[in-house]
């Protein structure tokens, strides 16, 4: 039985290792590369490098914290995708090194899958069916999860992903890298009746769209004489559409469900405006989980906890595991919505 997990995440620019005993969380050490933040983005080489330079030292802090020897852990869980090629291959290798040299079971998890996962860290109780919202830098799913590991996509975004918004707006309000914190936090400053941005394909239908909203924003970028008298503003009436659409479609998916659980996850999820939002407009029909700020941005113990589950059911990745920049979510279903969604999207 594997019950001592070391969770290993390396998909983008946070270096993280966890220990997982028996599904409870006894370390989680979190390296953020802060180099990037001189480019104003993710630059994919140099994290890779800095993944090489950190993880063996993040490993050896995890298990130290954990008050475990590399002995006492019985298997690997690792991020093998999706995420930066180079970033994720420094994860991948190191799990199968440190998997195959003590004899381990190794598992390779789906980044978003780990996030899915990880209000189950603080909440035991927490089961399908129920929906989720799954926001980060890099994707935008809204799933109906009738079960752990099986997953009906209802929409997910058709240009950039929620948590991309946010960071291309902060960029154009020159408020630097990563955006969403910082909109969140000047947000509140801002007057909301100033900007009334576009929610689009709000309407109807489970899909997102977030390239017209940061052309708008643009714009109103663009046209302002005074940037920053108009910056508090701006950022509120941006954070209020986003929000806005993010419940709306969230709204919608738990009503044409009737499940009485609505999860969120990922990096966006990390936003208390976002959530609290959410509780509001679900108030008497869900309720609403979701992890706490560490829990939710990138960690190894959401991956830890995916793998946990897997290695439960007696899943394990062999020796070829590789790290895949493109992974497809396990057990992803299209729903009818979905194609009906695709069917009149395309020309
Ligand atoms: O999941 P995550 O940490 O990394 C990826 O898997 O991409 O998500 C990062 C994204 C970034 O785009 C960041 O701006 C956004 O999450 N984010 C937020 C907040 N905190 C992080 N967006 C809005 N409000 C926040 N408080
Ligand atoms: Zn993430």
């Known amino acids: 039985m594997a019950d001592a997990v070391l969770g290993i995440e390396t998909s983008c620019d946070e270096t993280s290792a966890a220990v997982l005993v028996s599904g409870e969380l006894a370390s989680l050490v979190i390296l953020s590369q802060d180099i990037h933040k001189v480019f104003g983005g993710v630059v994919p080489e140099l994290a890779s490098r800095a993944h090489l330079a950190a993880l063996p030292a993040v490993v050896d802090r995890a298990l130290a914290e954990a008050g475990l020897a590399p002995s006492a852990i019985d298997a690997v869980a690792v991020t093998a995708g999706p995420g930066l090629a180079g970033a994720l291959l420094v994860g991948v290798v190191y799990a ?13 998890v789906h980044h978003m899958e780990g996030h899915l996962f990880a209000p189950a860290l603080e909440d035991r109780d927490l089961a399908p069916p129920f929906v989720a919202l799954l926001v980060s830098g890099g994707h935008t799913l809204l799933l ?5 590991g099986r997953y009906r996509l209802l929409g997910e975004t058709r240009d950039d992903a929620a948590g991309e918004a946010f960071d291309k707006v902060a960029t154009l309000l020159g408020l630097g890298y990563p ?4 909109i969140e936090k000047l947000a509140p400053e801002g007057d909301p009746s100033r900007f009334t941005f576009p929610r689009p394909m709000m309407a109807e239908g489970f899909e997102f769209s977030f390239s017209g909203l940061k052309t708008a924003v643009l714009h109103a970028v663009r046209a302002t004489d005074d940037l920053e008298r108009d910056r508090a503003d701006l950022a509120r009436g941006f954070q209020d559409a986003v929000l806005d659409v ?16 609505a999860v969120l996850g990922g990096g966006v ?16 029909v869900a309720r609403v989980a979701v992890a706490s700020p560490r829990l939710n941005a990138d960690n190894a113990a959401m991956i830890a906890r995916a793998g946990w589950h897997r290695l439960r059911l007696g899943e394990r990745s062999d020796w070829t595991l590789d790290a895949r920049a ?20 395309s020309p």
């Open 96 to 108: 199968k090194s440190f998997a195959f040299a003590g004899d381990r079971a190794l598992i390779g």
């Open 144 to 148: 109906d999860v009738p079960a752990w």
């Open 179 to 182: 955006g969403g914190p910082a």
């Open 246 to 261: 993010l419940v709306t479609k969230l709204e919608r998916a738990v009503r044409s469900t009737g499940y009485s659980t």
């Open 269 to 284: 999820a990390c936003s208390r405006a976002l959530s609290a939002r959410a509780a509001e407009r679900l108030a008497g």
């Open 326 to 345: 493109d992974l497809p979510l396990p057990g992803l279903e299209m729903s009818e919505t979905t194609h009906d969604a695709r069917r009149t999207a």
